[in-house]
């Protein structure tokens, strides 16, 4: 995928301050300081765009990305601040369900999961959530040049294991240092967007 364009929207609190032009979206979630940032900087090749530091207190924005006119990022509230209250939480958790429930331009979902780390109950609640709305999704294991290559398989496995994930569940080996994965992703992103 050649990146032409790409540019920040909107940090959308509202619905009605979603985009209104029905371009494809692809959603990214995932904990805190997982490389959620990185991640989207790394597969339009910017440096810089998404904003790589975790933003406490933003718990309830959509932040928009629109890529060669043809599709949109769109990067969910990083979860599992420890200093988030209770309300927030609950705040973060109706919003990121209405729009899973509601929005038909989403097209996918990208759960990103640090490959290191066993996915959290958040990251489960999340799978669970996408399951049940029939989103489809893709798993992707980031920092994956933190291992060995030869404890890759090990630790695929044991995030497939924790989120209770069949082998039907895409999964992609991401690393926003070296790239690895980029044209992978790519290819799973364009066939969901169908661009
Ligand atoms: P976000 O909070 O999910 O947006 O996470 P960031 O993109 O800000 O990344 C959090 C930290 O992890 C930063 O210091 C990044 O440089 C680092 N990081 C993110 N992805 C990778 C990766 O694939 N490999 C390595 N080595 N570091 C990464």
Redesign the pocket.
Known sequence: MKITNAEFIISAVQPHQYPSDALPEIALA??????????I?KLILRKNL?????QPGKTQQLNYYRINEALYFVDFP?YGYAKVSKTEREAWGKMIERYLQNREELKLVLL?IDIRHDPSKDDVLMYNWLKHYDIPMCIVC?????IPRSQWDKHKKAVRTTLGASSQDALVL????TGMGREELWEVLAQSAGI
């Open positions: 995932g904990r805190s300081n997982v490389g959620k940032s990185s991640l900087n998404a904003r790589t530091s975790s990083g990103v980031t920092k994956a040049d933190k991401f690393s926003s240092e």
